[in-house]
């Protein structure tokens, strides 16, 4: 193939492109990057923004203004109207019915609603009138007490709860998504009311707690909905659990100490395993008090056959299970108490080297977390099984699992916090004599 040669006489002749020309492209692809980095450089500061902010995801939700009064006291952004000279407000990541509040009182409306469906259909698809001629009230049990399903009774004024209270959560977690909505009847209230750091939501989010306190035990305690109803009683808790976080995230909002800072501040990590130990066995406790209290009614069957506790047996094995909180209780007390000082040197000679061992609040910690974690692994095996008394839906049943997991957290949290026990003590002096330190110097400063 023949190779074109330019020589430099000829190359020297081409015309070539003037300096102002040059200069002209160069500023064209200047301007040409310059928009091509701008979206990317405001789309890193909107990302940016929107990860400080408390809310975690943008809101796509286009509202048209209620009144030209409203244009100044809210956000509007004019660059997404649909006509020029439109007025449009956008939910953004500072309005506050962007919140993820919202999705806490969604969740708990959500929810209510599936409960109250759940509970109206088993009234009317399995509650029977109890016949006063019938056996159950031969035996001392009122008939207008309580309804009789295929598998037991059911109070009847915990099933009534269950649909009011149900209901009314229902009601009010709808009215409140309203009034953050609303811009005819009450345009400004949510302002005043549901604003970051609001005293008046703390207070409104407290009340939906106690209702949901009270519609938990109606559904989930003895003889009640939730022993036969598998919506009944997740739903309830469900509805708990979303106003339990809907707090914290009030408390995050309000610039108030959230439950993640409380935790880093513990002396030990296995505090917080002990705290969740001793809820679980706290809902396990009150459980079987419950069964304790009911225990005419209640038809305990094990391995097959029915169950009969005497007085003497009730008491040991309430004592038994209240131990175990009051032994939670106690862990938590004796870790922030922090008894670094409260141990026992042992010292172990041989012919040519010596081994050092301290038996301390450490090592007995591990000890308990170790039996604790035996005994509800063999009561789990032995009580808990198909020919079980504790099985179904209760809540004997879940908090005894709850317990026996987080014990099993417990002891892991043990094993890798004192795997260097002498680093661990190293630093928790330090951190102690730099807190007496502070301490110090702010009396001296007062």
């Known amino acids: 193939m023949p190779t074109k040669i ?38 890193a500061r909107r990302k940016s923004s929107r990860k400080r902010s408390v809310v975690t995801f943008p809101s796509s939700l286009l509202r048209e203004a209620a009144s030209a009064e409203l244009k100044d006291e ?28 919202l999705m806490g009182y969604l969740f708990a409306m959500t929810t209510g609603a599936v409960m109250l469906v759940s509970v109206f259909q088993f009234y009317r698809n399995e509650i029977e009138q109890l016949d006063p001629s019938s056996s159950a009230t031969e035996s001392g049990i009122e008939p207008d007490k309580y309804y009789s399903t295929a598998t037991g009774l059911v109070f009847r004024w915990k099933l009534w709860a269950a649909i009011y209270l149900s209901a009314g959560a229902v009601a009010l977690s709808f009215g409140t998504l309203l009034v953050h909505f609303d811009t005819v009847i009450f345009p400004t209230l949510w302002i005043a009311v549901f604003r970051d750091g609001s005293l008046a939501e703390r207070n409104w989010i407290l009340f939906l707690l ?25 739903t309830s808790w469900i509805g708990f659990a979303a106003m339990v976080l809907n707090y914290g995230v009030w408390r995050d909002s309000a610039g108030l100490v959230t439950t993640e800072t409380m935790i880093n501040q513990f002396h030990r990590e296995t505090t917080y395993n002990w705290i969740w130990t001793g809820i679980c066995s706290s809902i396990f406790a009150g459980a079987a008090t419950d069964i304790y209290y009911n225990r005419e009614l209640v038809r305990l069957r094990f391995r097959g056959e029915r169950l009969t506790l005497t007085d003497e047996d009730w008491i040991l094995i309430l004592s038994v ?17 922090y008894l670094i000082l409260w141990h026992f040197p042992c010292r172990f000679r041989r012919e040519q080297s010596m081994f050092r061992f301290e038996f301390g609040w450490r090592q007995i910690e591990g000890i308990i977390i170790l039996v604790s974690m035996g005994a509800k692994f063999w009561a789990i095996l032995e009580y808990s099984g198909v020919d079980g008394v504790i099985n179904g839906l209760s809540n004997a049943y879940f908090g005894l699992w709850g317990s026996f997991f987080h014990s099993v957290f417990a002891f892991g949290t ?33």
């Open 6 to 43: 330019v020589l430099n006489k000829a190359a020297a002749r081409t015309p070539t492109a003037s300096t102002s020309r040059r200069s002209a492209v160069l500023d064209q692809s200047e301007e040409l990057s310059a928009r091509t980095t701008r979206p990317s450089l405001s789309t």
């Open 74 to 101: 809210f956000n509007f952004d004019r660059s997404v109207a649909s006509t020029p000279g439109e007025s449009t407000r956008r939910l953004s990541s500072d309005d506050i019915r962007a919140s993820p509040r």
């Open 210 to 234: 106690i209702v949901w306190i009270a519609a938990l035990h109606v559904s989930t305690s003895v003889l009640s909905v939730g022993e036969y109803q598998p919506n009944v009683y997740f």
């Open 321 to 337: 299970i209240w131990s175990e909180v009051a032994l939670c209780c106690l862990t938590v007390a004796l870790n922030e108490v």
């Open 414 to 446: 043990w094993l890798y916090e004192n795997k260097h026990i002498e680093t661990v003590v190293r630093e928790e002096i330090n951190r102690d004599n730099d807190e007496n330190v502070n301490t110090n110097d702010n009396i001296a400063n007062d």
